[in-house]
């Protein structure tokens, strides 16, 4: 008996300690695709709570060649009309900002503050789907996702 209560307490502390059992999970998902004068580096990182997205973070670094460095503020003014939509929700932040040659973009989506209206505008997730679908759904459009 004290073997087996022993062996109980080994696998519950490890269980603890390594996050087995947890239902939360972090879908991290990224893709680097080049157009003419810029390299875009993309990084998502979807937070799960038992099953429901809680959090999505996506962030773009745009590398623009030394020939273009004139135009960033056109590129980055661009590409804020772009997400413009984000802007205003509940729940929704973002933030772009010129740093050297880049144009980070930044969108961070914290579901559990978002009301209807804000939830409804992310067309680009979807709220309901799960860790499995998200996966899914990020490698059929070329992300390498863990």
């Known amino acids: 008996m004290k073997k087996y209560i022993g ?4 696998v519950i502390t490890t269980s603890i300690f390594t996050g087995c059992g947890s239902k939360n999970k972090t879908l991290i998902c990224s893709k680097k695709d080049t157009s003419t004068g ?9 937070d799960f709570e ?3 997205i809680a959090k999505a973070k ?5 590398a623009v060649d030394d020939s273009y460095i004139s135009y960033m503020e ?7 009309r772009q997400f413009a939509n984000y802007q205003d929700k ?8 010129i ?7 930044s969108i961070v989506a914290n579901f559990g503050e978002m009301d209807d ?4 505008s992310l067309d680009i997730i979807n709220t309901k789907a799960t860790y499995s679908d998200m996966k899914k759904t990020f490698e059929n459009q070329s992300y390498i996702c863990k």
């Open 7 to 10: 062996v109980c307490l080994i």
């Open 38 to 46: 810029m390299e875009i580096n993309e990084s998502i990182n979807v």
């Open 50 to 52: 038992e099953e429901h």
């Open 58 to 62: 996506i962030v773009q670094i745009i």
């Open 74 to 80: 056109n590129l980055k003014n661009s590409f804020e």
């Open 90 to 97: 509940k729940g929704i932040s973002m933030n772009t900002e």
């Open 99 to 105: 740093k050297n040659h880049n144009i980070e973009i």
């Open 117 to 120: 209206e804000a939830k409804e």
